[in-house]
């Protein structure tokens, strides 16, 4: 092919294969024929290498050239990598290392043709799913896989909730973001997602969904899953955007838990309704103050500015889902789905893959992370978190010349600074505000501490301490390896007949 030759066949069966170059006088030409009659193996008998016809013979438009011969030949670009050349790619690749000149729509082609050879077909994906979760879970006790197929016995919905994530939950703020990015593969689908914050302000991926579209019956299934792992308590904060199916979902759902707007879609919202760009200063401060007088002062300013907005706020979606002084709950001072956002990202190269493929990445993913936030956990020489340690310093310096009055045996009145507190050391409150949201420290908590000479980290949630950011991670995630590898019962293998 390289050298642009072309050949045709002369006689093809079962055991003969015999090609011969395109011009027939020249006497380029190969025989093969099978080892033995029952071997599924040939071997070349006869091989003339050398032509002798004219040059003129010679096609850059390889007839060979078929988009499953430049698929073979370019899948070993797509071993370990998400993206890989794209089909601009495959045409330099067949015209430098094939010496053929291919079309972009061949080229399309060739580059499906490796995807399927090494990711696997959509249709095998499908028929291997219950044998990949079965492994899954061998290999990661306690993991929770779900598969849900129709009335056909068509596939429908998956989840999955390794059981590492779901034990390191436990050290994990009790807030979850869940959204939904779309898949772009043959057939489409949305992939849910389900993640807390760590002790370090890093996405912590709890579970993970396929279905069909982003409707509340889908919602209501992946909720119901993720409900069966994570429990439903006044203490769970979940966060979402404002999309009808995920709130009426969650009301279905969590009968406990404590439902919050995401504060960023919020404000995407207003800029593209109210067209209002310039009020997002005092958006974002009404969003993140922390005592209801300083969010009324900004109310207000907004008010003034675009009265629509400010009912749209307080009506339409209610100060209580995105403002963190209002929040019934417990929602520390995670305000967006930033940590969601993150892991849509990540897998912005994947989404095409078929439903296993794209599995393999989320796991190889997050075994990366947590192998790594291992490392980093285990290097920490402070008592806290880096992303905490550096919040709680300047609060340490700024508590200093602070005037302390203790009032009773935990309660210590605070003054200096531009606002006094009242601290209660025992239940960890601050008329501030700012220790009962962040469940970090205030100045005025820092201070009364040292009165009470008391130190200062035993009043830190243990969520931000590097004991639990170790423990978060302590555990290994584990790939399931090659098919070929795999140990499944014949239960399982007998039930990979779920359809496309």
């Known amino acids: 092919m390289k050298g642009n030759f072309e050949f045709r066949t002369r006689k093809s069966n079962r055991s ?42 010679r096609n850059a438009n390889h007839r060979q050239a078929t988009y499953v011969v430049i698929g073979e030949q370019v899948a070993p670009q797509y071993v370990g990598v998400e993206k890989g050349p794209g089909p601009k790619g495959v045409q330099t690749f067949a015209r430098t290392k094939l010496g053929a000149q291919i079309s972009y729509y061949k080229a399309w082609r060739g580059r499906k043709h490796a995807h399927t050879l090494i990711r696997g077909s959509p249709e095998q994906s499908f028929h291997i799913l219950p044998s990949y979760f ?47 990015t779309f898949l772009k593969g043959q057939y489409r689908g949305v992939l849910l997602v389900a993640t807390a914050q760590d002790g370090n302000g890093q996405c912590y991926p709890l579970a993970w969904g396929i279905v069909d579209s982003e409707n509340e019956d889908a919602w209501t299934w992946f909720l119901t899953q993720l409900k069966e792992v994570i429990g439903d308590t006044d203490e769970l904060a979940l966060i979402s955007d404002r999309a ?41 401060s009404a969003v993140n103050a922390y005592r209801c007088e300083d969010f009324a002062g900004y109310m207000t300013e907004i008010s003034h500015r675009y009265p629509r907005v400010a009912e749209y706020l307080e009506n339409e979606v209610g100060f209580e889902k995105w403002s963190q002084c209002h929040y019934p709950g417990l929602r520390y001072n995670i305000t967006t789905m930033n940590m969601v956002e993150s892991l849509n990202s990540m897998l912005v190269n994947a989404r095409d893959f078929p439903y296993v493929a794209l599995l393999d990445v989320i796991q190889e993913k997050i075994s990366k992370w947590w192998n790594d936030r291992r490392i980093v956990a285990m290097a920490i020489t402070a008592p806290l978190t880096p992303s905490q ?33 009242v601290v209660d050391i025992f239940n960890k409150t601050c008329t501030c505000k700012e220790f009962d949201i962040d469940k970090l420290p205030c100045v005025h908590a820092i201070a009364a501490a040292h009165h009470a000479q008391v130190s200062v980290y035993s009043l830190v949630s243990p969520y931000y301490t590097k004991e639990y950011y170790v423990l978060a991670y302590g555990e290994t995630i584990y790939p399931v390896g090659s098919q070929s590898q795999w140990d499944v019962p014949n239960e399982v293998s007998l039930s990979n007949n779920t359809g496309d």
Request: glycine share 6%.
């Open 16 to 57: 003969l294969w015999v090609i011969e170059c395109i011009d027939p006088n020249c006497s380029w030409r190969l025989r093969a024929s099978k080892i033995v009659p029952e071997s599924t193996k040939f071997v070349i008998r006869k091989y003339v290498g050398v032509h002798c016809c004219s040059l003129l013979n």
């Open 134 to 180: 079965h492994m899954l879970e061998k290999l990661n006790p306690e993991t929770v896989t779900r598969i849900e197929v129709d009335g056909e016995s068509r596939f429908k919905y998956l989840f999955l909730a390794f059981g590492v994530a779901l034990r390191g939950f436990r050290y994990m703020r009790k807030v979850v973001g869940i959204d939904d």
């Open 244 to 284: 009808p199916s995920i709130k009426k979902a969650i009301s279905i759902v969590f009968e406990k838990a404590h439902h919050g707007a995401c504060a960023w879609h919020v404000a995407q919202n207003i800029k593209n309704k109210f067209k209002c760009a310039d009020i997002m200063g005092s958006y974002w």
């Open 389 to 421: 340690e550096s919040e709680f310093r300047p609060r340490f310096a700024q508590s200093n010349g602070r005037h302390t009055l203790q009032l009773n045996p935990v309660t210590y009145h605070v003054k200096g600074g531009e606002l006094e507190g």
